[in-house]
């Protein structure tokens, strides 16, 4: 098992999956899916916080098995 990952494969990963690196607060990867959590944005572009936390959207992108 390794015991560290290049940060440009760690980069590489997120934007294959559509997320902006910037935007992106955690990855979680799981058997079955890969959980993106990515900072919120209002109408106007600007992330924006919900008493004193940021706002988030979290996004979860099903993973085929035996797909190419």
Request: cysteine-free.
């Amino acid at each position: 098992m390794r015991t560290s990952i290049p940060y440009a494969l760690v980069a590489s990963f997120i934007e294959e999956l559509g997320a902006d690196l910037n935007e992106t607060v955690s990855v979680e990867i799981a058997p079955d899916r890969v959980t993106v959590t990515e900072f919120r944005r209002d109408e106007a572009g600007a992330r924006f916080a919900v008493g004193d936390t940021a706002a988030t959207v979290v996004t979860q992108i099903r993973i085929e098995r035996g797909a190419p």
